[in-house]
């Protein structure tokens, strides 16, 4: 099992291009969500799904879109990307059940916008 | 609002001392927290979850809901535990809210 697949690794944008952060998970997988890493921030939410056909904003969802394209993918798009959206990128998934349950990780996109 | 503090950014101490990772939380629910370790070159995974009440690679955390607080300890530090450690509290349906996190080095 490859888990959670990030793609691409690595982008630099120019302001005001979009793009698309693809997301991937084989584990069969209810939840996905997206956060994003900033030095001295942690991680915070952007967006999550917390299955097939729904999505809900986090906690800075401004400036991204996401599609939950069907159970195994979670895409992230900058419609507009703006320097202040530099950053590292970590997609996540894991089971919805009544209790808690692991998020599993994906090893991150870093996106710089010039 | 929920808040997560982790005060140490940094934090070195040398192999076989004990470790102590601090992790304070505010929020006005019922807390379940939990440690996410991130080896170098690794992705972030779960460490320890308060709930679970077990010791993993010899860490433990244990919640005081009277000084809400989540501190990860260890009481012989491994050069294998350098890492960097996300305390985090879960706010709701599966999400998770994040401190600042501390990056641990152990020195030979």
């Given at each position: ?23 991937a998970q ?6 996905m ?16 799904s917390?299955s097939e056909g ?13 599609s939950r394209l069907n159970k195994r993918e979670f895409s ?39 | ?108």
């Amino acid at each position: 099992n490859a888990g959670v697949t990030q793609t691409p690794k690595f982008q630099v944008l120019k302001t005001g291009q979009s793009m698309t952060l693809q997301c991937a998970q084989d584990m069969n997988h209810n939840s996905m969500y997206w956060y994003r890493q900033d030095p001295g921030m942690g991680l915070r939410l952007i967006y999550y799904s917390a299955s097939e056909g729904t999505t809900d904003k986090g906690e800075v969802p401004n400036g991204y879109n996401v599609s939950r394209l069907n159970k195994r993918e979670f895409s992230l798009r900058l419609e507009s990307a703006a320097p202040s959206q530099t950053s590292v990128y970590f997609c996540a998934s894991s089971r919805l059940t009544y209790s808690y349950n692991e998020q599993f990780f994906g090893p991150g996109t870093r996106l710089t916008v010039l | 609002a929920q808040r997560v503090t982790q005060p140490e950014k940094l934090l070195s101490v040398f192999k076989g001392a004990p470790v102590e990772l601090k992790c304070n939380y505010s929020y006005s629910g019922s807390p379940e927290l939990f440690w996410y370790v991130q080896y170098s070159r690794q992705r972030l995974q779960l460490l320890l979850r308060h709930i679970s009440r077990e010791s993993i690679k010899g860490f433990t955390a244990d919640l005081n809901k009277g000084e809400t607080s989540f501190h990860l300890k260890k009481p012989f530090a491994q050069e294998e535990d350098s890492a960097m450690y996300y305390c985090a509290l879960l706010t709701g349906a599966n999400n998770l809210f994040f401190g600042t996190g501390t990056r641990l080095t152990v020195i030979p």
